[in-house]
């Protein structure tokens, strides 16, 4: 299997429903592990999670990346998930409102 990494196809990824025996909210942190594991770097995959969903929605106006003005849902992580996008599941805090919310 060759998996596609330009800029020429839009990648979302968005699994966030449970199925089998993964619970909902775990399936996605499943797809990010899936897509690095099959050769995609951190970074394209961290924005085929971010910018993209909002690019595709027509809203990178107001999300999609951590910008002035824009909406700031925020997921704090204890490591890096341009190292690993494992370390997606690290999550210290999520600032969502403006309001901090721990795990």
């Keep these: 299997m060759r998996l ?3 800029s020429a196809v839009l ?3 968005g699994t966030d429903s449970g199925f089998g025996n993964h619970a909902p909210g775990m399936s996605y942190h499943h797809e990010l592990t899936a897509l690095q594991e099959a050769g995609a770097a951190p970074a394209y995959i961290l924005r085929a999670a971010t910018l993209n ?3 595709f929605m027509g809203t990178q106006d107001s999300e999609g ?3 002035e003005g824009k ?3 925020l997921v704090v ?3 890096n998930p341009l190292k690993d996008t494992r370390n ?3 999550i210290h805090a999520v600032i969502r409102d403006g309001r901090v919310i721990e795990p």
């Design 65 to 67: 990346t951590v910008t």
């Design 4 to 6: 596609i990494t330009n």
């Design 88 to 90: 997606a599941r690290r």
């Design 71 to 73: 909406r700031a849902d």
């Design 53 to 55: 969903p909002a690019i």
């Design 77 to 79: 992580l204890d490591a």
């Design 11 to 13: 990648l979302l990824i």
